[in-house]
């Protein structure tokens, strides 16, 4: 199993950036899927989710509005595009992928915020 996360890097405040996640070694089409965002000295929080077939998706309050998340089952990738982004959307982003039987994470990505 395998969940790769690209598209991180250091933006300007009110820039963009698509983080995409590459999934591997199980039925994609079968799991939620979700971001998480961690950054130094607080817990993890869940970014925003979308479920197996795409067809339902649920955000934090804080990214509302600025941040998409999307799927392709026929690739097995799920997106984040984020606009709009501040300071403190900075942070290590991390895909996961949710059934009732298993949960997979990848490795994370760094976002940065800053002029």
């Known amino acids: 199993v395998q969940l790769v996360e690209s598209g991180g890097g250091l933006v300007q405040p009110g820039g963009s950036l698509r983080l995409s996640c590459a999934a591997s070694?199980?039925?994609?089409?079968?799991?939620?899927m979700s971001w998480h965002r961690q950054s130094p000295g607080k817990e993890r929080e869940l970014v925003a989710r979308?479920?197996?077939?795409?067809?339902?998706?649920n955000y934090a309050d804080s990214v509302k509005g600025r941040f998409t998340i999307s799927r392709d089952n026929a690739k097995n990738t799920v997106d984040l595009q984020m606009n709009s982004l501040e300071p403190e959307d900075t942070a290590v982003y991390y895909c996961?992928?949710?059934?009732?039987?298993?949960?997979?994470w990848g490795q994370g990505t760094q976002v940065t915020v800053s002029s």
């Open positions: 070694g199980f039925t994609f089409s079968l799991y939620a």
């Open positions: 979308i479920s197996s077939d795409g067809g339902s998706t």
């Open positions: 996961n992928a949710n059934s009732k039987w298993n949960s997979y």
